[in-house]
């Protein structure tokens, strides 16, 4: 059917005469739609046709691409089945898979994330009207000319029968069924009527070279062809139509009528006056730089509250960004902390939602065989009861963590059973009963998914227990009606997927294939988020084209954003896509500059642009069209936008944030915010005041020496450190694993009446050796206890721990009378320092005292990474200090002194490193430890544990870090 139409392209000058076309076009006409590129662009496009046009008595339809083709198919008389993107991708699997089975081995595997790039170039080609048999000719004769023989090449002809044909048969499988994609519904829009058709489109959008929410090929020929359609105007303004869209649109539209667009009520040449900041030597730059993203909005809010704007103006008032987190998240703790109202109306991703969150937990927990992290973070979860309603204690959840980590539990539901069934009596382990039952209950519940099943079965499950145990919402929480609407998407859309599985396509899944495919399905879905009712406007650049605003903020103009980075096709070099009509990066690059440049030019009065140099503290670059603002010619004027810091006389700690006019707990978190004292005082640097002087252990007083602050959160605090799940012993169980084994090796030796351990005896030491560790290994999995075993008594690779600790005795010719085992150092002691002698309280337990025969003593201290630096190492020292004024009491008759004291390190080149080099350094050795010893007493006295490490790489695997403030403080 053929239908006389006009088209036309109207050229505009610059947005606001783009928006005031748009609203001509809409008046008086019924059956009119516009067409732009996204809900949000909708939403500020039919608030300005309001503003503009007043009550419209027929307002026209404002659609997106998606949007105009479901209007299309619903105004048909018979539509035809229309399969949604869920169905189609279960379709599309099964195409894929058989064409597979006729090119296999193919050299990639069929996974569903492919399955999604592949529907995502089917769309494009056909969208450029291309067809599968001309895309499969177009690439085998652009690879053909390459010659025989390139492996390389063969893989992509490979690749492309294959795709050919899984796109064949995806064709296939829908014409079978009787159903639509868009590509089809097109051939159906074109040859069949409509029922109430549309008489006149106003499209705002350019081609998808220019907009990536613009029109393709096939839709330019679909507007040219559809039965009834009696006007097509396309709004452009000349900046984007010089970028390479006017050619373009000329080609697809041939006999296009052009015309300028014929706007009043506008002064002529009005521009924006573009705020600078002000620079120290007097200059101006065109843009402000903040630190991040938060730091940009908490200026802007400080700037209209400085300039003391009102409601009304706040309604005129625009914040541009690129995409919408993560500012919309900043919005409430920056401007809704300063009283600055606003209102935002975007589409964000469904899977940031925070209920979206507990899907991805649950799954977590079951892909990782309930390890002890997925189990706790399950239990934590506020979006999820398995409890029938009822609240489990965060004590009680610590409380498991704890001591799931103390059983060494590292996953398995038959393992956490045992555990039940057998679990400790000590307080920690009473403590977390409550929560093991919850968590047993959830294991029970979810250990069905391990099983492989039916898609559709195993989605549908997911979905009744998400219901089922969901956590009620509480009452008059503000939030719980949009977490109801989250929810009720989410399971509409595993309802979905299970029914298009169920359909099209139902292959048996692990949880692994489970948890890909919805995952992805929640991070393609968007969640339409409004918020406020007036003030300024948070909208992205495509919705900001369609906004009436006198004042107009674009935040973070870094690269990579402004512009976008283009997608990546995965399967396709830029020159192969070149010979199937893909647009150059020039073009594309030209159109986001010549958009930028309109939006410069938007609003009525005024406009700022805001760069940040730290995205989650990692250094970023400005845009790179920040250089291309002087070409716009736009009036300048220096203003402070306020990035400066805030300080207590700033307006936005005290005319935004009133503590009287807070509620109570808000007021005295106000009060405290406003009268906090200058962060240069000593207490914001570790700094606490004289302490209480008490009995301190001498490995506590190291780890002072290796950082204050760890001793002061382990030690003061005493906070505990978070548990690592390892598959393996981690390195301080194994440490107390080669204290026992050698401390019970040592006790049965001289038990059985052996003393020295010598050349002759040592074959002897290596079988007790051997016994002992049997019996200490024998409650470990065979894996561990294989590498425990290695580790200490070595294999036919090299020596092992215990040959380190026979050699170093075998090799000494001065026999041992008495071993003292794990040997307790308690009380007082007198420590000789430069202002002579001082007594001190101390604590600890020397590792090895081997009594020797000569009347001396022999000090080991077993390591079991590398030893620690001698200049600052206490134990060994202070314990042999400690040693000489305790073995008085223990033997009478002689006076024992230290006479060696070695280290035995299972890490490092050497195994046995003694403390003093020679006999004649030792005593000045003690006396340097003596005085270091006296010197940490008096710091912790003094109550000084600033964040101040020896060595700053201990920072990364400390387990306080989460604590620290050394990055706020700036000390390290």
């Given amino acids: 059917m053929i239908t006389l139409r006009r088209t036309r392209l109207l050229r505009v000058a610059d947005l606001p005469d783009f928006r005031r076309t748009i609203s001509v076009l809409c008046r008086g006409a019924a059956r009119r739609a516009v067409l732009v590129p996204s809900r949000a662009a909708a939403i500020e496009l039919t608030r300005t046709l309001v ?116 796109f064949r048969a995806y064709e296939r499988r829908l014409i079978e069924r009787g159903s639509c994609d868009e590509h089809l519904l097109r051939a159906r829009l074109i040859s069949e009527p409509a029922r109430q058709p549309l008489r006149h489109l106003v499209v705002s959008v350019a081609d998808w070279i220019a907009d990536p929410a613009g029109l393709f090929p096939a839709d330019f020929d679909l507007l040219t062809r559809l039965p009834h359609l009696q006007s097509v105007d396309i709004v452009c303004t000349e900046a984007v139509l010089r970028s390479g869209f006017h050619e373009r649109v000329r080609r697809w539209l041939p006999g ?127 979006h999820l009861c398995f409890n029938d309603g009822a609240s489990v204690q965060q004590a009680a959840i610590g409380a498991l963590d704890r001591t799931l980590s103390n059983l060494r539990y590292l996953g398995d539901a038959s393992r956490l059973e045992a555990l039940a069934r057998n679990w400790p009596n000590d307080r920690a382990a009473k403590e977390a009963a409550p929560a093991l039952q919850v968590a047993l209950a959830a294991v029970r519940r979810l250990l069905g998914f391990l099983e492989p099943a039916a898609a559709a079965d195993q989605i549908e499950q997911l979905a009744v227990l998400l219901e089922r145990h969901f956590r009620p919402l509480p009452e008059g929480d503000p939030l719980a009606a949009r977490e109801l609407r989250a929810r009720v ?86 020159p192969l896509l070149k010979a199937l009509g893909w647009p150059s990066e020039k073009d594309r690059r030209a159109a986001a500059d010549a958009h930028f440049a309109d939006l410069l030019q938007s609003p009525a009065d005024t406009i700022a642009l805001t760069t940040f140099t730290l995205d989650d503290d990692s250094p970023v670059a400005r845009s790179l069209q920040l250089d291309d603002v002087s070409r716009v010619g736009l009036p300048t004027e220096t203003s402070d936008l306020g990035t400066d810091v805030a300080t207590t006389s700033d307006p936005l700690t005290e005319e935004l944030l009133p503590p009287d006019a807070l509620p109570l707990p808000a007021h005295a978190w106000s009060v405290m915010r406003t009268s906090r004292s200058s962060a240069e005082q000593p207490q914001f640097h570790g700094q606490l005041g004289p302490q209480a002087s008490r009995s301190w252990s ?92 290695t580790r200490i008594l070595g294999s036919s690779a090299a020596a ?75 134990q060994l020292p202070i314990y042999g200090v400690c040693a000489e004024q305790r073995l008085a009491e223990h033997r009478g008759d002689r006076r024992w002194m230290l006479g060696e004291a070695v280290y035995i390190a299972f890490g490092g080149p050497r195994r046995v490193v003694p403390l003093f080099a020679q006999p ?24 000084e544990f600033p964040p101040s490490p020896d060595d700053v790489y201990r920072c990364e695997t400390c387990s306080f870090a989460a604590v620290c403030r050394k990055d706020y403080v700036g000390d390290v």
Wanted: charge should be negative; hydrophobic fraction near 40%; proline fraction near 5%.
């Fill in 51 to 166: 503003e503009l046009n007043g009550s419209l008595t027929e307002a026209p339809l404002v659609l997106t691409r998606d949007q105009l083709y479901d209007e299309l198919h619903a105004r048909l008389e018979r539509p035809p089945i229309r399969l949604s993107a869920i169905e189609r991708e279960a379709i599309a699997q099964a195409a894929a898979i058989s064409a597979g089975d006729r090119f296999a081995p193919l050299p990639f595997q069929i996974r569903p994330g492919l399955v999604v790039e592949m529907m995502r170039f089917y769309d494009q080609l056909r969208r450029q009207s291309q067809r599968v048999d001309r895309f499969e000719e177009l690439i085998v004769d652009s690879l053909g000319s390459t010659g025989r023989g390139d492996r390389g090449v063969e893989r992509l002809l490979t690749q492309t029968r294959f795709l050919a044909s899984a």
């Fill in 920 to 943: 004649a350094d030792r005593d000045e050795v003690l006396r340097a430890a003596q005085q270091r010893l006296v010197d940490t007493l008096d710091a912790v006295d003094r109550g």
């Fill in 800 to 874: 092992g721990l215990g040959e380190a600790v026979f050699r170093m005795e075998a090799e000494r010719p001065v026999p041992v009378v008495e071993r003292l085992l794990e040997h307790p150092l308690r009380g007082r002691f007198v420590m000789e320092t430069a202002n002579g002698s001082r007594v001190v309280e101390l604590r600890g337990k020397a590792d090895r005292l081997d009594l020797l025969a000569d009347g001396t003593f022999r000090l080991i201290d077993y390591k079991l990474g590398w030893p620690p630096d001698r200049t600052r190492a206490l």
């Fill in 256 to 382: 296009l009528e052009e015309g300028v667009a014929e706007v009043s009520g506008r002064l002529p040449f009005a521009r924006p006056t573009l705020i600078c900041p002000a620079t120290k030597d007097g200059s101006a730059d065109l843009w402000h730089t903040c630190r991040d993203r938060e730091e940009e909005l908490i200026a802007i809010a400080r700037r209209f509250k400085q300039e003391g704007q009102s409601e009304a103006n706040f309604d005129r008032a625009a914040i541009v960004f690129k995409h919408p987190l993560p500012y919309l998240y900043l919005a409430p703790d920056t401007l809704g902390a300063a009283g600055v109202p606003y209102h935002l109306s975007d589409a964000l991703p469904l899977a940031a939602e925070p209920v979206a969150a507990a899907v991805d937990v649950v799954i977590d927990a079951i892909e990782t065989r309930f390890s002890r992290n997925a189990l706790i973070a399950l239990l934590r979860s506020p």
């Fill in 489 to 574: 998407i989410i399971l509409r859309l595993l309802r979905g997927l299970a029914a298009a599985h169920a359909a099209h396509h139902n292959p048996c899944w692990s949880i692994d294939e489970l948890g890909a495919a919805v995952r992805r399905l929640l991070g393609q879905e968007t969640f339409l988020v409004e918020s406020g009712t007036g003030g300024i406007r948070l909208v992205d650049d495509q919705a900001a084209r369609y906004g009436e605003y006198n004042d107009v903020t674009i935040v973070g103009l870094v690269e990579n954003e402004w512009p976008d980075e283009p997608r990546r096709n995965v399967f396709y070099s830029s």
């Fill in 698 to 789: 001498v490995s506590a007083l190291e780890t002072y020496l290796a950082c204050p602050f760890k001793f002061f959160a382990q030690h003061v605090l005493r906070l505990e450190e978070e548990p690592d799940d390892e598959e393996v012993m981690d390195p301080r169980r194994r440490g107390q694993l080669v204290h026992e084994v050698f401390e019970q090796f040592f006790r049965t030796w001289q038990a059985a009446g052996y003393g020295q351990i010598t050349a002759s005896n040592l074959e002897a030491a290596r079988r007790m050796l051997t016994e002992v560790v049997e019996r200490s290994l024998a409650s470990l999995p065979e894996g561990e206890a294989g590498l425990e075993r």
